[in-house]
């Protein structure tokens, strides 16, 4: 009788333990959140107000820590299109503007986006004047880059830190048109392998769109696919889209001001969830149970629990 009791126990304990228990998956995201309402305060979000569901299930919020003070790290990249226009020499005191700005625990690189790769003029450096260093004028010739989505898998692949506690935010200066797809392809095989890229490297992207030719070279058409494309990053990997119409923006000032908002108002959120088969990228659904603006990626990297991404 003893025994029997001993393995109804045993049953009665299997069956309480949850899925993602037995499945051993896990995974982490950035989360932002922002007021219902401008000129109100951000809302307190605790780990109980959080509901997620990995590939449509219910899973575990097992860590929701807010991205605040010296105990949070950020890496930031700023990457320019090669490709894009000199007249973007108008907004490079904005640029250099914002990282001076940067929150104090940031480290920051600038980077070029050349022949397909990310070309980082410098390490991740918490010295502004040292990551300004490398900050300069685009040589604007066309087709440079060789795909904005190539470099941007490029710095995924290759992000320049191994810090996996740190957040990875990435400010893409672009105008998304992929030069190997012109006309616009939600299933672009390359915008898709960066966002599964960047999903993996957990990169948060905010494009900010500029245009790379002058005259008549860049239509309508192509402005509204770039922008597209670049919209389909940005709510992948849980960032913001930043572009005015078909046009450049007179100043990249304000897309900085709502972009330094965002980085003081993320969490970092920790889930457990059902791994089918594989490691891999899978949608994420977010939801916050208090009043306010929830910017969360779209898809989510699930690897092994206790085991490291592959």
Same mark, same amino acid.
């Given at each position: 009788m003893k025994n029997l009791a001993v393995l109804l126990a045993g049953g009665a304990l299997l069956m309480a333990t949850p899925g993602w228990a037995q499945e051993g998956g896990q995974g982490r995201a950035i989360v932002t959140i922002l007021p219902a309402h401008e000129g109100q305060a951000a809302?307190?979000?605790?780990?109980?107000?959080?509901?997620?569901?990995?590939?449509?299930?219910?899973?575990?919020?097992?860590?929701?820590?807010?991205?605040?003070?010296?105990?949070?790290?950020?890496?930031?990249? +700023?990457?320019?299109?090669?490709?894009?226009?000199?007249?973007?020499?108008?907004?490079?005191?904005?640029?250099?503007?914002?990282?001076? =700005?940067?929150?104090?625990?940031?480290? +920051?690189?600038?980077?070029?986006?050349q022949n397909g790769q990310a070309a980082l003029t410098g390490p991740l450096t918490a010295d502004a004047t040292e990551a300004l260093r490398g900050l300069h004028l685009p040589s604007g010739s066309a087709?440079?880059?060789?795909?904005?989505?190539?470099?941007?898998?490029?710095?995924?692949?290759?992000?320049?830190?191994?810090?996996?506690?740190?957040?990875?935010? *990435?400010?893409?200066?672009?105008?998304?048109?992929? =030069?190997?797809?012109?006309?616009?392809?939600?299933?672009?095989?390359?915008?898709?392998?960066?966002?599964?890229?960047? +999903?993996?490297?957990?990169?948060? *992207?905010?494009?900010?769109?500029?245009?790379?030719?002058?005259?008549?070279?860049?239509?309508?058409? =192509?402005?509204?696919?770039?922008?597209?494309?670049?919209? =389909?990053?940005?709510?992948a990997t849980g960032g913001t889209s930043y572009w005015e119409g078909s046009g450049n923006p007179v100043s990249f000032e304000p897309f900085f001001q709502d972009l330094r908002r965002r980085l003081q108002n993320q969490y970092a959120l920790r889930f457990a969830a059902r791994l089918e088969g594989k490691p891999g990228v899978e949608s994420l659904k977010v939801h916050v149970g208090v009043a306010g603006k929830v910017s969360a990626p779209q898809q989510v990297y699930v690897g092994r629990a206790g085991g490291d991404r592959e």
């Amino acid at each position: 009788m003893k025994n029997l009791a001993v393995l109804l126990a045993g049953g009665a304990l299997l069956m309480a333990t949850p899925g993602w228990a037995q499945e051993g998956g896990q995974g982490r995201a950035i989360v932002t959140i922002l007021p219902a309402h401008e000129g109100q305060a951000a809302p307190a979000v605790t780990l109980a107000d959080v509901k997620i569901k990995v590939s449509g299930r219910a899973a575990s919020v097992t860590g929701w820590t807010a991205q605040r003070g010296a105990e949070s790290r950020l890496e930031l990249v +700023v990457l320019i299109d090669s490709s894009a226009r000199t007249s973007l020499g108008s907004q490079l005191e904005d640029i250099a503007h914002f990282v001076r =700005e940067a929150p104090e625990q940031a480290k +920051v690189a600038i980077g070029y986006m050349q022949n397909g790769q990310a070309a980082l003029t410098g390490p991740l450096t918490a010295d502004a004047t040292e990551a300004l260093r490398g900050l300069h004028l685009p040589s604007g010739s066309a087709g440079s880059n060789g795909s904005p989505y190539f470099c941007l898998s490029d710095l995924a692949k290759n992000w320049p830190s191994s810090d996996g506690a740190a957040r990875r935010e *990435v400010v893409m200066i672009t105008d998304g048109v992929d =030069e190997y797809q012109t006309q616009f392809d939600p299933d672009d095989p390359y915008v898709q392998a960066a966002i599964a890229d960047s +999903v993996k490297a957990g990169l948060v *992207v905010f494009p900010m769109y500029w245009s790379n030719r002058g005259g008549g070279g860049n239509s309508g058409n =192509e402005s509204n696919v770039g922008q597209n494309l670049l919209m =389909e990053v940005s709510d992948a990997t849980g960032g913001t889209s930043y572009w005015e119409g078909s046009g450049n923006p007179v100043s990249f000032e304000p897309f900085f001001q709502d972009l330094r908002r965002r980085l003081q108002n993320q969490y970092a959120l920790r889930f457990a969830a059902r791994l089918e088969g594989k490691p891999g990228v899978e949608s994420l659904k977010v939801h916050v149970g208090v009043a306010g603006k929830v910017s969360a990626p779209q898809q989510v990297y699930v690897g092994r629990a206790g085991g490291d991404r592959e």
